[in-house]
């Protein structure tokens, strides 16, 4: 838990801008949409250990409408 930074993801849903905070150890594209559609109800949230989970990738993100992914880390601009 050392190495966690806490990072502000915003998304459209349906038109309708939307943000949450997340603390990981790392983010990256890919972890901004599987999070995003995970705070959209779309994508399973991993339970500890569980990493063989199959994440959501952008197309299938935005086939359940999310777009305009960006994401930095708190704090920043």
């Not at 190495?3 to 594209?29: C, P, W």
């Not at 500890?48 to 952008?58: H, P, Q």
């Not at 197309?59 to 601009?77: F, H, K, N, Q, V």
Request: hydrophobic share 40%; aromatic share 10%; charged share 25%.
């Amino acid at each position: 838990m050392l190495n966690q930074s806490l990072y502000v993801i915003e998304y459209q849903l349906h038109g309708e801008a939307r943000s949450f905070i997340i603390r990981t150890e790392k983010m990256d594209n890919a972890e901004a949409w599987h999070w995003a559609a995970c705070d959209a109800g779309v994508g399973v949230i991993p339970k500890f250990g569980a990493s063989k989970l199959k994440k959501v990738s952008r197309p299938l993100a935005e086939r359940y409408g999310i777009t305009d992914i960006r994401w930095r880390r708190s704090g920043g601009t």
